[in-house]
């Protein structure tokens, strides 16, 4: 029998989860939910994008800007498996869930889980906001924009296009 080990990159699922932050330290919230990924014995980091600095939309106004970025991921976990581990990290950082879009130490969102499909109000795949968003497909787009959404059957790179021009703002440092 073959056992899957995290190192020997035979993990069989390939997915991309948004890391986003708007309160206490963003940066290191963010640093701090790839750590708690990557310590998952079934989850193996990839590729991880830079991170951007944007304002929030939508939820309370003035609520602080956002740092966002995409991490690539290997997995051995089902997509509701793996969206519950992003929830206890969530958990774990802090995250409370009182106002809807309002500010969040952490928020991770599964994008996209293989070519699958999914529209449960629980897990939808892909999700179902991120070619609207600049901010997610601006960091997909740097690490995968090849990927193709398995929907729209476009890639990364021509979703990014269709939302135009934009400037990018790197994080700050905080
Ligand atoms: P949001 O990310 O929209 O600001 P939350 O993080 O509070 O809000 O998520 C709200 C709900 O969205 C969760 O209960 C979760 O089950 C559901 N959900 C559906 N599809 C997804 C997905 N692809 N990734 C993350 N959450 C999802
Ligand atoms: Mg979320």
């Not at 998952?40 to 309370?60: F, K, N």
């Not at 956002?66 to 206890?88: A, D, H």
């Not at 740097?142 to 990364?156: G, K």
Request: hydrophobic share 40%; with cysteine; aromatic share 4%.
């Amino acid at each position: 029998m073959v056992t899957k080990s995290k190192n020997d990159s035979s993990l069989p699922h390939q997915a991309f989860i948004a890391l986003g932050s708007n309160l206490g330290r963003r940066k290191k919230n963010i640093t701090a939910a790839l750590g708690a990924l990557e310590s998952t014995r079934e989850i193996e980091i990839g590729a991880i994008s830079p991170l951007y600095e944007t304002d929030a939309e939508g939820g309370p106004e003035g609520q602080p800007a956002f740092i966002n970025g995409v991490v690539s991921v290997r997995t051995s976990l089902s997509p509701e498996r793996l969206l519950s581990v992003c929830q206890r990290i969530e958990s774990l950082l802090g995250r409370t869930r009182d106002i809807q879009w309002g500010p969040r130490t952490i928020d991770l969102d599964l994008l996209a889980f293989d070519d699958e499909i999914a529209s449960e109000p629980e897990l939808t795949l892909p999700h179902p906001m991120m070619h609207e968003r600049g901010f997610v497909m601006k960091p997909l787009a740097d690490i995968a924009p090849n990927w193709v959404h398995p929907i729209l059957q476009q890639t990364a790179a021509s979703l990014l296009a269709g939302l135009g021009e934009r400037d990018w703002i790197h994080e700050s440092d905080e």
